[in-house]
């Protein structure tokens, strides 16, 4: 199961446990194409519309996503399965995410008995190395990467877990003293492994409680997290959608600035600056820690 | 350009989302995303409706506490932002 889904997948997916052959109900289909694919005239690498996405990703694979719940795949023919499962896992995934008007947050994230907290952004940023640092203090490990957010009938945002395991280059690895399992390719990404932590969130819905969105602090803040309000926020869930392209590409301005404004008034969202490779294991998880235990008495936290 | 006499409105078509105290909006013609807040969004809360610009001078010295020079010159800068990213509408017809 992933984001709650029962998937179908005609290849193999590293650390998702195959769904029985003879499901016939999955809701999500992952299926090798037949013939040949629909993108090899195409002048663009990137298509959207509203039923049907296109993505090429160069000498590796293309992608045809359908409807939220169908993707087919045309292989490039020295392509790895590992490779191929980079983009299929990242922004075909997130692509179908969008078209269930679900939206997928480049985000790592844990949770506790409370709910679910996620660490936004951009790549290099240190989502997975602060979910690497907190699994570690026996919070349970969501997601990394993506988190795929949503609302349930009452309004409440949540999510369900997505992938969990964690990238990690070798040095995160023994600084968390992790056991790597494997490489995450062997051409691409291919300085990092997968990690699975021994603490990791069951197959539920869970309300999402707050976002730190993190920024590399270059002067040393003396306080490195501050809240975020207004359009501040707003524009922090922005700038941090997943595979933002396919908004221009199918115009949904509207609908994804209705979705992050929504969501910034109902969750607590933080700037959190911080230096992956020089802050102390010990000194930010326990600062980390510490904001969180603050959760649901936070002056902060928007209603 | 821009004058006290020039009749302007905001463009009807731009998205808008409440992130109080804040106003985001988004432009589907040009895929960018704003944000207005304190006099901004209440210059553009005025401007819903065709409004000359020497009126709504003449309400904001009302309500702010700011000499009319000042108040000409930073209104006409703000909107001729608004313009030159495609939010605003010069109308040359006289209003009713």
Redesign the interface.
């Known amino acids: 199961m992933l984001c709650g889904w029962y998937t179908r997948s005609d290849i193999s997916l590293t650390g998702v446990p195959p769904l029985e052959r003879n499901r016939e109900d999955a809701d999500v289909v992952i299926q090798i194409g037949s013939g040949r694919s629909p993108l090899v005239n195409a002048a663009r690498r990137i298509e959207h519309s509203f039923e049907r996405s296109y993505l090429r990703i160069h000498n590796v694979v293309d992608f045809e996503i359908s409807e939220g719940r169908e993707i087919r795949i045309w292989p490039a023919t020295e392509a790895t399965q590992k490779d191929i499962e980079i983009f299929l896992l990242g922004p075909a995934w997130a692509t179908l995410c969008h078209q269930r008007k679900i939206l997928p947050l480049h985000a790592s994230a844990i949770a506790n008995e409370t709910g679910i907290t996620a660490f936004a952004g951009h790549p290099g940023a240190g989502k997975s190395t602060i979910a690497a640092m907190l699994s570690t203090l026996n919070y349970e490990l969501v997601a990394d990467d993506i988190l795929p957010v949503d609302f349930n009938q009452e309004l409440t945002p949540g999510a369900w877990p997505y992938l969990r395991r964690l990238k990690l280059h070798r040095d995160s690895i023994t600084r968390f003293a992790f056991t790597p399992a494997e490489k995450v390719s062997e051409n691409l990404d291919k300085e990092k492994y997968f990690v699975y932590p021994k603490f990791r969130s069951a197959d539920k819905w869970r309300r999402l409680e707050r976002i730190y969105v993190l920024e590399k602090d270059v002067i040393g803040s003396h306080d490195p997290i501050e809240p975020l309000a207004g359009a501040d926020a707003v524009r922090a869930l922005v700038d941090q959608t997943y595979h933002f392209d396919f908004i221009p590409g199918t115009r949904q301005f509207g609908e994804h600035l209705a979705f992050c404004t929504r969501l910034a008034s109902k969750v607590a969202i933080y700037r959190l600056r911080w230096t992956p490779l020089n802050a102390s294991a010990d000194e930010f998880g326990s600062l980390i820690c510490q904001h969180l235990k603050g959760a649901g008495r936070d002056p902060d936290h928007a209603s | 350009m821009l004058t006290l006499n020039s009749i302007i409105q905001r463009e009807p078509e731009i998205?808008t989302?409440?992130?109080?105290?804040?106003?985001?909006m988004?432009?589907?013609a040009m895929?960018h995303?704003y944000?207005l807040?304190d006099v901004g969004r209440q210059i553009w809360d005025a401007i819903e409706r065709p409004k000359r610009i020497s009126d709504l001078i003449a309400d904001l010295t009302t309500t702010y506490n700011v000499d009319l020079a000042s108040c000409e010159e930073q209104t006409i800068s703000f909107l001729a932002s608004l313009l030159d990213e495609g939010l605003l509408q010069v109308k040359d017809e006289p209003l009713d």
Request: zero cysteines; a negative charge; glycine letters at 6%.
């Open positions: 998205i989302a409440q992130a109080d105290p804040d106003l985001m988004v432009s589907v895929g995303y944000a807040s």
